[in-house]
């Protein structure tokens, strides 16, 4: 199978329908796919509308959580589960727009790409935010990239295609998708940043405050470094 959208999603009844529609429009006739959504422990009508809609798209399977475990821990269930050689992973809000998947996947699949790129991630540069979220995202990935040195613009962004196998060599634990790019440089790899849309969101409300972010990000971001500084990667001559 060439490619696996995983999509990880709480509370997200109202954006089920018109999101897997928006995928399935973006994807049919082009690949070899399957979408492969994670009900984080929702409450409300999340698993009834993913239940629905199993019934006319053959290409969705449904992996839940019987309790929430947060956003990387979703994502890193749908990526086991998955079958795709590529991932693609979106936010399951609306505001990641799956029309630019395919040019994701592009650059992964170009010919005389280098041999250690095995990730595009998306780049917002035209947030459709809050005030308070643009700037709050600014500072924050101003100083991830200083004190990590990932060289990426916008490492909040939920559209990212990557190789599969990569992903699961990485170091698992709690908020590791907003230091996805640092742990792929820790693996001596490389990523490119896309400019993709970016869309208000509609439907639902956000899970996201930013006190909170900032308080778990401060630890995460020391908790990276730390792997940094401790990462070896060999050359290898046979």
């Not at 089920?16 to 409300?44: C, H, K, M, W």
């Not at 809609?53 to 019987?66: F, S």
């Not at 395919?102 to 917002?124: I, S």
Request: overall charge positive.
């Amino acid at each position: 199978m060439d490619l696996s959208v995983v999509v990880p999603v709480h509370n997200e009844a109202e954006n089920i329908d018109p999101l897997l529609d928006e995928i399935a429009a973006a994807l049919d006739g082009r690949f070899e796919y399957e979408i492969v959504y994670v009900n984080d422990g929702s409450l409300d009508e999340t698993p009834a509308r993913l239940a629905a809609a199993q019934q006319r798209l053959p290409q969705l399977r449904v992996i839940t959580h019987r309790r929430a475990c947060g956003q990387s821990t979703a994502v890193h269930s749908g990526v086991r589960h998955a079958r795709g050689r590529l991932i693609a992973t979106l936010d399951g809000d609306g505001q990641n727009d799956p029309a630019d998947i395919p040019r994701l996947v592009a650059v992964l699949q170009a010919a005389g790409r280098p041999p250690r790129l095995v990730m595009a991630a998306g780049y917002r540069r035209k947030r459709q935010d809050s005030w308070i979220k643009r700037i709050s995202s600014k500072i924050a990935n101003g100083v991830r990239s200083r004190l990590l040195g990932d060289a990426t613009p916008d490492t909040g962004c939920g559209l990212k295609v990557f190789e599969r196998a990569v992903f699961l060599q990485l170091p698992y634990f709690d908020h590791m998708h907003r230091f996805l790019p640092a742990l792929v440089r820790r693996a001596g790899l490389e990523l490119v940043s896309v400019e993709v849309n970016h869309r208000h969101r509609t439907r639902g409300v956000s899970k996201y405050g930013t006190l909170d972010r900032l308080a778990v990000g401060i630890v995460d971001l020391l908790g990276v470094m730390w792997l940094q500084r401790r990462a070896r990667v060999p050359e290898i001559v046979e």
